[in-house]
């Protein structure tokens, strides 16, 4: 009876330990600089990137959101074969958002080409972009060809 009780409390020990790791947030940023470093680096608290081309719907997808608790990031160019989440996601976004140097004072215009050129996607057929900008101010960027 004994035997029974440690195996069965065994089991649900192992079972909410499993259950629990698989909860865990993939797309969180562990080596991520503090939110007031990445805003001043990069100009913005949040980035959400959707490009189509006319071969491939949903081409690249990036996203990167700075929040009290954690930064996360998402990485997806399906025309480079590449799907990343977390600090692999942020290792390739870095270097890019660091180029981008975006600010409230860019147009529409020059904010598309300059994120555009960036993800190499000057062919896109629908572009949109959400940023908010490290003083809270949001802003959406949309075009179609």
Do not use: W
């Amino acid at each position: 009876m004994k035997i029974n009780k440690i195996t069965f409390y065994g089991t649900v020990l192992l079972s909410i330990s499993l259950i629990l790791g698989a909860c865990a947030d993939k797309e969180e940023v562990k080596d991520a600089p503090s939110g007031d470093e990445a805003e001043s680096k990069f100009g913005f608290r949040s980035f959400d990137l959707d490009i189509d081309t006319a071969d491939q719907n949903d081409a690249i997808d990036a996203s990167f959101d700075i929040d009290v608790s954690e930064t996360e990031a998402e990485y997806t160019n399906k025309l480079k074969d590449v799907k990343l989440s977390g600090d692999e996601a942020y290792k390739e976004l870095e270097p890019i958002f660091t180029e981008l140097a975006l600010t409230k004072d860019l147009t529409k215009e020059e904010i598309i080409e300059k994120v555009s050129k960036a993800f190499e996607a000057e062919d896109y057929t629908e572009f949109d972009l959400k940023v908010e900008f490290s003083d809270g101010d949001e802003q959406e960027f949309s075009d179609h060809k």
